[in-house]
């Protein structure tokens, strides 16, 4: 499933932290668990 993510910005935050923040973003996205049957699958 596609996923669309906007990070808006209130001119609050440099943009070394907003692209900071992108890096994480990217992880969250991509975490795994582990199912019943004890393999890794997109959470």
Same mark, same amino acid.
């Given at each position: 499933?596609?996923?669309?993510?906007?990070? %808006? /910005?209130?001119?609050?935050e440099t943009?070394?932290e907003?692209? @900071? !923040?992108? @890096? !994480?973003?990217?992880?969250f %996205?991509?975490?795994? %668990? !582990? /199912?019943? /049957? @004890?393999?890794?699958?997109?959470?």
């Open positions: 499933m596609p996923l669309l993510f906007i990070e %808006v /910005d209130n001119c609050h943009a070394e907003i692209a @900071g !923040k992108l @890096g !994480k973003y990217a992880r %996205v991509r975490r795994e %668990v !582990k /199912d019943t /049957d @004890g393999t890794e699958r997109p959470m």
